[in-house]
């Protein structure tokens, strides 16, 4: 059976990539009927398990570990239920309005062929793949994207007006950011190098994060008050588990078992790693001591920064652009963070945000043959490719602002506000919201 669906969004820019290794690429047999690939099948499915333990239990851990203990439960109950809820959002309208042809409105949202999952079958195929894995691989996607706001407004808001502001929120921005970036809406046909979601993941969820800290307000007794990580070693097993299912989370934008997808997943692997040795040594200069924290925050920021590069760029400048982009969310967090004055609690804007605008700017300038990468489509130049670059940050940056504010001011209205009471929030979320705390004292 032909697939009903365009060639693979992400395949735009893999094809001459992937002729380069001599492997075949699905938007290379666009053209032709699709054949199931076992091998394919299979890979794409392992990295399916590996981006669902990076979300539950990985950013579940990282983000507990650096609550307080008494706000412990309530981070890994907030990434939970959120994953569980986008899942459900995908399968009823979100993988039909990214992902199927919206006629008309087809350059801002797609339509709704496929909404309850309609024509999907066991026998559709997405390219070389069945099509109902192509839906959960970006159902994978859907679910860790909405699910990293909540570092930003962690130990204080509500948790009807988290649920709430999530499902207004992947609905106006994520699906229709996926969508236009992927699903053959406008960004998408301007043809920006992004390769695994730079835009729709990181700078989305980076600016959402200010506005969310923006609009929720800080936590009661910041900056006079220990806000320290309660629990390096969760944190520091949550983000290992982040690294281990990046890879996956890059090299399955390939959806295909070849050696492109593992030219993806050894730059992720490099820009994690020189992001890592870049915090580390950074800290060790201006505070005198490396420390756990700094190191896991490097690889995040390297892994954010590869996310758009990993697709175009080579080894050797994978690891410079992990090595670049982590001193400067350093920078952002150290620095920036504070000028700014908002309680971003887990740094999502300083890492994510930062990080995928300095990748993004940085991916052309590393595809460059000269560099070590792999060049650009047809026609085109570093020159050319630069503005294209610039304007999808820019539409991203803009587009996340207004349907973040939106999402939280609708939630505020929805639940009464946005934030627990101030007797509460010093109790920790833990028993108040939820009835239950993290660690039972003996």
């Not at 204080?156 to 992927?182: D, E, Q, S």
Request: aromatic share 12%.
């Amino acid at each position: 059976m032909e697939s009903p669906l365009k060639p693979i969004p992400f395949m735009r820019w893999i094809a001459p990539a992937a002729l380069f290794f001599g492997a075949s690429s699905l938007w290379a047999q666009a053209a032709d009927t699709p054949t199931l690939s076992a091998a394919d099948t299979a890979f794409v499915f392992v990295c399916c398990l590996a981006v669902l333990l990076m979300t539950i239990p990985g950013l579940a851990l990282f983000y507990g570990g650096l609550a307080r203990t008494k706000n412990v439960l309530s981070v890994l109950m907030q990434v939970f239920t959120v994953t569980a809820l986008m899942a459900v959002l995908w399968a009823v309208f979100g993988y039909s309005l990214a992902f199927s042809d919206g006629g008309s409105a087809n350059a801002f949202i797609g339509g709704f062929d496929k909404v309850f999952l309609a024509g999907v079958t066991v026998d559709s195929l997405q390219g070389s793949i069945p099509e109902v894995l192509f839906f959960l691989f970006m159902l994978l996607f859907a679910a860790i994207t909405p699910a990293i706001i909540v570092g930003a407004f962690a130990e204080r808001m509500k948790f009807a007006a988290v649920l709430v502001f999530m499902v207004l929120w992947f609905t106006i921005n994520y699906v229709p950011m996926a969508h236009m970036g992927w699903g053959g809406g406008w960004v998408f046909e301007m043809g920006p190098q992004d390769f695994a979601g730079g835009n729709v993941v990181h700078i989305n969820v980076g600016i959402a994060a200010l506005v969310g800290a923006w609009m929720v307000g800080a936590r009661k007794g910041v900056g006079t008050s220990a806000m320290a990580p309660h629990n390096m070693t969760m944190t520091m097993t949550g983000g290992s588990l982040l690294w281990v299912g990046w890879l996956a989370f890059c090299g399955g934008c390939a959806l295909a078992a070849n050696g492109f997808a593992m030219w993806v997943v050894v730059n992720t692997m490099l820009g994690a790693a020189a992001g890592t040795v870049a915090w580390v040594l950074m800290e060790w200069q201006h505070r005198g001591k490396p420390s756990m924290l700094g190191a896991v925050s490097g690889a995040i920021a390297g892994l954010v920064a590869i996310t758009p590069a990993c697709g175009f760029v080579g080894p050797m400048g994978a690891l410079v652009v992990g090595a670049l982009a982590s001193p400067i969310c350093m920078w952002a967090v150290e620095k920036l963070k504070p000028m700014i004055g908002l309680d971003d609690s887990f740094d999502v804007f300083g890492v994510h945000g930062v990080g995928g605008i300095v990748g993004g700017v940085l991916t052309p300038v590393f595809a460059l043959p000269m560099l070590g990468g792999l060049g650009f489509a047809e026609g085109r130049d570093l020159a050319s490719q630069m503005p294209v670059q610039l304007l999808a940050i820019g539409f991203s940056i803009v587009y996340a602002a207004v349907s973040s504010y939106i999402a939280f001011k609708v939630a505020a209205v929805v639940c009464g506000g946005l934030r627990v009471d101030e007797d509460e929030e010093v109790e920790g979320l833990d028993l108040t919201s939820h009835g239950e705390p993290g660690y039972k004292l003996s």
